[in-house]
């Protein structure tokens, strides 16, 4: 069996149900995606099954879609590829068995563009937000995705009007990566006003990619099913602006169940556009993140792969154990002996008296006349030292 004959089985099956395909897509992990194709055009298989595939079963056009991805540039990526995002798409496997329904896996994704997903996925952020947005929001969204592709990060968004597209020109003002992710086929033209920011986005090192075959129409429910992709393949979503119920808060609401980071940006207290994001950082289900700096700090801490360089610094990283203890134990404005420090940090008097001065000359400690306290103005470690 060769691969080209799984990605004609997987073209075909991409079709014939309406994703998320719970019961396709555990029947194609069961018996492999040759025997469940051709087990679904012959009506051969469970009927949880031909309930999702009967109404399309009989649409066979994989060898056309490929053929009209392949006109466009477009390719399709299936699980058996190398650029199969495996790792990132896990959580749905993980969610769906804990009953999540919604959770399920793509069975392919058509994608047009000169990234590789799976190297894109494994440092990502997704930034999503309203539609109707604040020229504010634009301006955090653009700055947000300019300064974390700076940083090695692929910003992952939506392609709509508003803060998804202010996130992808952001991306690609800064010449890194940004994937969009479509709730149609890559040939629907929407939105009409993106199309252009889409053409650029697949010319510029980036990628589009959808899971809907080539000629599907754009439609609400697509938009949702949309969102599970958007926060499984990012390590993080950080939230710009949204209203109560809107598009971002459930791709908030679905990264936080897939165990993603949600993190959210506050804004004016009367903004509309605003709402949404406050009710999520007032009920804990996000982050507050008011720079660049706060969201390198959270994905960096959940494992996301940062080179060490660009990771914020504290003047007192690269302490030791006893330094650090030694530090802490200093107050901003009344001094201490090394007496009273050497008792509060637990460090024998004699280390105190030799890390004292070490400190002074990192400019994390200064010598005072009541005392050793902690220099009021550390200095500054420089990005790349």
Not at 110 to 138: K, P
Request: proline share 6%.
């Amino acid at each position: 069996m060769s691969l080209d004959d799984v990605r004609l089985a997987r073209a075909y099956l991409a079709r014939v149900a309406e994703p998320p395909a719970k019961a396709l897509a555990a029947f194609v992990a069961s018996v492999g995606p040759v025997d469940a194709a051709e087990a679904v055009r012959k009506g051969d298989c469970p009927q949880d099954v031909i309930d999702e595939t009967i109404a399309r079963r009989d649409r066979d056009r994989a060898e056309a879609d490929l053929e009209a991805a392949g006109k466009t540039g477009a390719r399709l990526i299936i699980p058996e590829d190398d650029e199969w995002p495996a790792w990132s798409l896990l959580c749905l496997d993980i969610a769906g068995q804990r009953g999540i329904p919604s959770a399920v896996p793509p069975l392919a994704l058509w994608a047009r563009g000169e990234a590789h997903l799976g190297d894109a996925t494994e440092g990502a952020v997704a930034i999503v937000g309203a539609r109707a947005s604040s020229g504010y929001g634009e301006s955090v969204a653009g700055e947000f995705a300019y300064g974390l592709v700076q940083r090695d990060l692929a910003i992952f968004s939506g392609a709509a009007l508003g803060i998804d597209g202010a996130a992808h020109r952001g991306a690609l003002a800064a010449r890194g990566t940004t994937v969009a992710l479509l709730g149609c086929a890559l040939d629907a033209g929407y939105p009409a006003g993106h199309v252009t920011l889409l053409n650029m986005i697949a010319e510029r090192g980036g990628l589009v990619v959808s899971e809907y075959p080539p000629g599907t129409p754009p439609a609400r429910h697509r938009f949702l099913v949309r969102n599970r992709l958007i926060a499984a393949l990012s390590e993080g979503t950080v939230v710009v602006e949204a209203g109560r119920r809107s598009g971002a808060r459930n791709t908030a609401n679905t990264a936080g169940i897939l165990g993603k980071i949600v993190m959210a940006v506050p804004g004016p207290i009367g903004s509309a556009t605003s709402v949404g994001c406050h009710d999520l950082i007032r009920n804990a289900d996000a982050t507050l993140v008011g720079s660049v700096e706060d969201v390198i700090e959270i994905v960096g801490r959940l494992g996301t792969h940062i080179p060490e360089r660009l990771r914020p610094r504290r003047p007192t990283d690269g302490l030791g154990k006893e330094a650090l203890r030694v530090h802490d134990a200093l107050e901003r404005r009344e001094g201490k002996s090394a007496d009273e420090i050497a008792a509060e940090s637990g460090v024998p008097l004699q280390r105190v008296r030799a890390m004292l001065p070490a400190l002074e000359m990192e400019g994390l400690a200064e010598r005072h006349e009541s005392g050793w306290r902690q220099h009021r103005r550390p200095r500054e470690i420089s990005e790349g030292a």
